[in-house]
């Protein structure tokens, strides 16, 4: 079953706006990551979260984290047309005994030029 | 540069024939993956491997098997394709942090489509 889920599943917004891409997971976490993906291509790491984190910026991105409500936020700041790409939340969890990376659906961002 | 290599990146064959998808990494880690995205259904994973000749199955491992010899190679190996099994196929890695895991390398992909 998956762990992370993403809302929006899609997001369309005009260049330099603000994206702000959610995901919500069901047990514990060790840490949440948080990755893009070009179309048709490999996924790229963006950045990690650690339970005991509350928030952790990277150049335009900010990410939050709640683990009392199980969630995190992704946000882009001031974005670009290059920012048009699908968005994964990735939570590491504790299942039978090993840590496993459970990935959620995505969400599909937009940046019109 | 680091990376992981993928190969081939697209495939196409046939039902039954045997056909493996390599995978390489030159970053010296322990933990390797391999996962299938489907639309609609995220990104599964097949299997994976926390060190040499140490394997175990993900989310979706029938119809897989893996192997890994090397700390570098992990192949992933379609005995008897079927139809079910087209999908766009990724390749990963990490250092294994001492709780958890850490960042994942993904290769490009290799899109398999079985006729």
């Known amino acids: 079953s998956q762990q992370g889920e993403e809302d929006p599943q899609a997001l369309s917004i005009q260049e330099g706006e603000n994206a702000t891409m959610n995901c919500s997971y069901k047990?514990?976490?060790?840490?949440l990551q948080w990755y893009r993906q070009n179309s048709g291509r490999g996924l790229v790491h963006l950045i990690l979260i650690r339970s005991n984190e509350r928030e952790k910026h990277s150049g335009r991105l900010r990410v939050t984290l709640d683990t009392s409500k199980k969630s995190s936020s992704l946000l882009i700041t001031a974005s670009r047309a290059a920012d048009t790409a699908s968005y994964f939340c990735?939570?590491?969890?504790?299942?039978?005994?090993?840590?496993?990376?459970?990935f959620g659906s995505g969400t599909r961002l937009l940046v019109r030029p | 540069e680091a990376q992981v290599t993928q190969n081939p990146r697209y495939l196409i064959t046939v039902t039954g024939k045997k056909l493996t998808v390599t995978c390489s990494q030159n970053m010296n880690h322990e933990y390797m993956s391999w996962y299938r995205q489907d639309p609609g259904l995220g990104l599964r994973q097949i299997y994976y491997s926390m060190n040499v000749e140490v394997t175990d199955k993900g989310d979706v491992p029938e119809g897989y098997k893996v192997s890994r010899k090397e700390k570098r190679n992990f192949p992933l190996i379609l005995e008897s394709p079927s139809p079910n099994q087209t999908s766009l196929y990724f390749c990963?890695?990490?250092?294994?942090?001492?709780?958890?895991?850490?960042?994942?390398?993904f290769g490009e992909g290799s899109r398999l489509t079985v006729l």
């Open positions: 047990t514990s976490i060790n840490n």
């Open positions: 990963a890695s990490s250092f294994l942090p001492g709780r958890g895991t850490g960042e994942l390398f």
């Open positions: 990735a939570t590491d969890a504790l299942i039978d005994s090993s840590y496993k990376l459970i």
